[in-house]
């Protein structure tokens, strides 16, 4: 898992409710990336950042949101307006997102999110 | 639309006997094409990535991987599986900026 760190392992919300899951990393990377993956399913693109205070949706970032104002954390907000938010998610950073870019992604260990 | 496929939701190996878990895939132009692991409530381990080149990469564990430009194939491999190999396995292509992944494999080696 190297040096991405999220927390917390397991959270538990309840409907309507809002939830943020940490991500940090040591690893001086510009980049960092947001999955959610679901049983039988690869991992689908929530958020990505390139670089400090600037971020893109991916393929499903509805009732999601994101801040980058650090290069080290980049926290992932589940909203009350995510229907499906019982997943596991990943937090991956790597060096750059450029188009012609070889770099390879770095995985956190993940955040099991379970709505009640 | 791109796509990647991993055919198999589970092999199954015997200890000892050599592995394969299949990728192949549907993108325009040349990828770049990743191998992932994942245990159990865990995030995903890097294993190896093909570039350009050879096309035989070696990675980590002892896993290798063959791509095939004309069957758009980049399959996992190792000569001797071990029990502890048992994990999930992930295949993800990169044609642009944004990764493509498969749906995974399940592994399971068997004493």
């Known amino acids: 898992d190297g040096g991405i760190t999220q927390s917390p392992k397991y959270l538990f919300r309840k409907e309507g409710q809002n939830v943020t899951l940490s991500c940090e990393q040591n690893?001086?990377?510009?980049?960092m990336y947001w999955y959610r993956q679901d049983p039988g399913q690869g991992l689908r693109l929530i958020y990505y950042s390139q670089i400090v205070n600037d971020f893109q949706k991916g393929d499903i970032a509805e009732g999601y949101s994101v801040s980058r104002e650090k290069k080290e954390s980049f926290p992932l907000t589940v909203t009350s307006a995510q229907k499906n938010p019982t997943a596991f998610y990943l937090c991956?950073?790597?060096?750059?997102?450029?188009?012609?870019?070889?770099?390879?992604?770095?995985f956190g260990p993940g955040t099991r999110l379970t709505v009640l | 639309a791109q796509s990647v496929a991993q055919p198999e939701d589970q092999v199954n190996v015997a200890e000892g006997n050599p592995l394969t878990v299949k990728c192949t895939y549907s993108?325009?132009?040349?990828?770049?094409l990743f191998w992932y692991v994942q245990y159990p409530n865990r995030g995903l381990q890097f294993l190896l990535k093909y570039i350009t080149g050879d096309n035989l990469v070696k990675g980590s564990y002892g896993f290798e991987a063959e791509f095939n430009k004309s069957q758009t194939s980049f399959h996992l491999k190792k000569p001797s599986a071990l029990v502890s190999d048992s994990a999930l396995y992930f295949c993800a292509v990169r044609p642009n900026y944004q990764l493509i992944w498969g749906a995974g494999t399940k592994l399971i080696i068997k004493p």
């Open positions: 690893l001086n990377h510009d980049a």
């Open positions: 993108v325009s132009g040349n990828p770049y």
């Open positions: 991956a950073s790597s060096i750059g997102t450029g188009a012609t870019s070889t770099d390879t992604q770095y």
